[in-house]
């Protein structure tokens, strides 16, 4: 298995634009994760979703954030409008039921 | 209170040595803990979990749990130079896993 899919690998932009990260899980997987890490606040859970189903987006910072995951191989995690606070890494992750959680390379996001 | 602390080090030891990395956790309700370790610019890789109270030993990695002071920890022996890093202790209820901050680890010649 190719392991947890990540695009793009850099994404540098302006503030105010469209930022799109995605994530393509592992096949078979149940779960999966959106997390961002920045040197401040450490790797931070954003939103998990079991079965393409939102479980908890308490995490996501504010309305400009979304995600969505219409099918099991495929996640999107959105940035409307993008600001240069949000600049940070952006991990997925995911797993099958509670066995080991997988992590994607990861998006270095730059907002200018 | 953060929902997973971990002291953020730096933590030095030489060669040879035992590291000793800890972390507590405030939710009495989780259930799976787990050690991550991560290189500089690299994604998270898991290399210890345990569910139950005691020791869990794995090669030089030893994790031990004691769910009633909400206490996990993580001894490395013989710590080598390629085990410097950062280390995230995470837990897990059902379904989430939410990390410490991390310690970063270095293992001098």
């Known amino acids: 298995d190719a392991g947890v899919i990540q695009s793009p690998r850099h994404e540098v932009t302006e503030m105010g634009q469209e930022v799109t990260l995605r994530c393509k899980p592992i096949?078979?997987?149940?779960?999966l994760f959106w997390y961002r890490q920045t040197m401040m606040r450490g790797l931070e859970l954003l939103i998990y979703?079991?079965?393409?189903?939102?479980?908890?987006d308490s995490g996501m910072p504010e309305d400009r954030f979304s995600a969505k995951m219409p099918n099991a191989s495929f996640s999107t995690l959105k940035i409307q409008p993008s600001e240069p606070r949000d600049s940070a890494v952006y991990f997925c992750?995911?797993?099958?039921?509670?066995?080991?959680?997988?992590f994607g390379p990861g998006t270095r996001l730059l907002v200018l | 209170q953060k929902e997973v602390e971990q002291n953020s080090g730096p933590l030095s030891v030489p060669e040879g040595a035992i590291a000793s990395l800890n972390c507590t956790y405030s939710?009495?309700?989780?259930?799976?803990f787990f050690w991550y370790r991560q290189y500089s610019g690299k994604s998270p890789e898991l290399i210890m979990s345990?569910?139950?109270?005691g020791d869990k030993e794995d090669g030089r990695f030893t994790a031990q749990l004691n769910k009633a002071s909400q206490y996990v920890s993580l001894l490395i022996r013989d710590s080598q130079p390629s085990d410097s890093a950062t280390y995230l202790c995470?837990?897990?209820?059902?379904?989430?896993?939410?990390f410490g901050a991390g310690t970063r680890l270095t293992v001098k010649p």
């Open positions: 992750a995911s797993r099958q039921n509670q066995e080991t959680q997988y």
């Open positions: 939710d009495r309700g989780s259930q799976s």
């Open positions: 995470a837990v897990s209820k059902v379904g989430d896993m939410r």
């Open positions: 345990i569910y139950s109270n």
């Open positions: 096949s078979g997987h149940d779960y």
């Open positions: 979703f079991n079965n393409n189903v939102p479980i908890d």
